[in-house]
């Protein structure tokens, strides 16, 4: 073989590592467009954690019978969450619901929900401010919804609908289960 050969095959190489490696960079990257922000910041002021029956001891909480994250839906979620390839595929499938004909004059919602223990779960149970869920206000298919008697380890998730004057911009208000609640601050 000559030089001109072995210099041929050195180029080949490096020719196919160098687009090796530009492919697995575009592959990675995503197109970022300016002002556009990265879903899991949204959520840190959307989301906010309900943990039923359970005691909180510092940063644990013991004894609990099911954990539940309701996030709230706005025009800003809704458009980062169909860009980022990170969001967990219930919380794409809810977050479809943002605009649709049940989402006018209401403030939307998911939520999700794991069981620790056998439970019984009511839509009714559920409450954003001073408002307590119907079940009308449930827009997800019965096939998703977590609702009745619930053994321990189940999932479910659903998205729901509150009257929008439930929420002011800046306040702080309670959203839970049952006796159980926390104070969320809805996002300005």
Request: hydrophobic share 45%; with cysteine; net charge negative.
């Amino acid at each position: 073989m000559g030089e001109k050969a072995v210099k041929n095959k050195i180029f080949f190489f490096a020719a196919v590592a160098a687009l090796c490696v530009l492919f697995a960079s575009a592959a990675c990257a995503r197109e970022w467009e300016p002002g556009q922000v990265d879903a899991t910041e949204l959520l840190g002021a959307r989301q906010t954690d309900v943990w039923v029956e359970g005691e909180r001891f510092g940063d644990m909480v013991i004894g609990s019978r099911a954990s539940l994250q309701i996030i709230y839906v706005d025009s800003d979620l809704a458009a980062a969450v169909s860009a980022d390839f990170a969001i967990q595929d219930w919380a794409k499938k809810m977050v479809q619901y943002y605009g649709s004909d049940g989402t006018r004059g209401k403030a939307l919602f998911i939520a999700h929900i794991e069981t620790f223990k056998p439970m019984e779960v009511a839509p009714e149970n559920i409450f954003v401010g001073g408002y307590h869920l119907a079940k009308g206000d449930v827009l997800s298919p019965s096939m998703t919804n977590p609702f009745g008697e619930l053994g321990s380890g189940e999932k479910g998730y659903f998205a729901f609908v509150v009257p929008a004057s439930e929420l002011k911009a800046g306040k702080e208000i309670p959203v839970g289960y049952g006796d159980d609640s926390v104070l969320w601050k809805v996002p300005k």
